[in-house]
């Protein structure tokens, strides 16, 4: 006596599999239209452009000698600059969190009697930052990978690898 294919437990097992594949394929699809990666630019091209603008930037800073000391304790920033003469009326500090964007936050830092560019947050900033600083005249720069709080003083100084 013949079954019918559907009484047939191997039947569904061969159906079951690929069915499972496609409802897997279909809901990543959603995920993935749902939720775009923040970090891809659509615009490269003039990404790559502003990127040669920038190691400009950090040349500028090499020639310029500007160099720098940044250390963090109980939520004080302390930036001081080293080796350089002149004065700077205002600092900007932009950090950058590695994954998230809404992390991002800018300063814009004044000298205190001492030369020193200080700031003191509200909240404990923790973790790996790339932080740039410049000029309010936007003519130079420097960039590095920070890691905060840090107990002790930490060099700043341009590097054309770290332009980007």
């Not at 923040?38 to 452009?49: E, Q, S």
């Not at 002149?86 to 964007?101: D, I, Q, S, W, Y």
């Amino acid at each position: 006596m013949k079954t019918s294919w559907y009484k047939e437990p191997w039947a569904w097992l061969v159906f079951i599999l690929p069915f499972s594949a496609v409802v897997a394929g279909i809901a990543t699809l959603f995920i993935a239209l749902d939720e775009p990666d923040p970090l891809v630019a659509g615009d490269y091209y003039k990404k790559g452009k502003a990127i040669n603008m920038q190691v400009s930037k950090v040349k500028m800073a090499q020639k310029l000698g500007m160099r720098f000391e940044l250390q963090m304790i109980n939520n004080e920033l302390v930036i001081k600059p080293t080796g350089i003469e002149k004065e700077f009326p205002v600092l900007n500090a932009n950090f950058f969190h590695p994954t998230l964007a809404a992390n991002d936050f800018y300063l814009a830092l004044t000298p205190d009697g001492n030369g020193h560019f200080r700031h003191i947050f509200d909240e404990p900033v923790k973790g790996k930052w790339k932080l740039t600083l410049s000029s309010f005249e936007n003519n130079w720069k420097i960039q590095q990978e920070v890691y905060l709080p840090q107990a002790n003083f930490i060099e700043l100084k341009p590097d054309p690898a770290q332009a980007n």
